[in-house]
């Protein structure tokens, strides 16, 4: 069983940063590929980016490609999301997921979810 909470969210300008935290608990964390999905109201849940075990592969969703970064630090079990040049289509809750595998792109490739952060973006 994998505990994943998110933090970091909140209300941003449009142009600015955030900076996401995902924190686990529960298993050992260097194990598992970690992944970022938002979803907005009315729409499905979209992939954000992903990364791998070793955090040497990364991947991207064509939405957020040159301005989203993700990384990790296993000693602190904590996957982060790096976002900037934000834009008021960024505004959506942002889910952290888990997966013991390979990373990947899609929802129910995950095993393990957060309860989501808000990120706002303002106009």
């Known amino acids: 069983q994998v505990e994943l909470v998110e933090s970091g969210g909140g209300l941003v300008q449009a142009g600015g940063s955030l900076r996401l935290s995902c924190t686990a608990s529960?298993?050992?964390?260097?194990?598992?590929?970690m992944g970022w999905f938002r979803q907005a109201p009315g729409k499905e849940r979209e992939f954000v980016a992903a990364?791998?075990?070793?955090?040497?592969?990364?991947f991207y969703g064509d939405a957020v490609k040159g301005r989203f970064s993700i990384s990790r630090d296993d000693a602190k079990s904590t996957a982060y999301l790096q976002m900037n040049s934000l834009k008021p289509e960024d505004t959506a809750i942002y889910y952290c997921a888990a997966r013991i595998d390979d990373p990947g792109g899609y929802v129910d490739e995950y095993d393990y979810w957060g309860q989501g952060t808000q990120v706002t973006v303002s106009s």
């Open positions: 529960g298993r050992v964390f260097s194990n598992t590929a």
């Open positions: 990364i791998s075990q070793s955090g040497t592969r990364t």
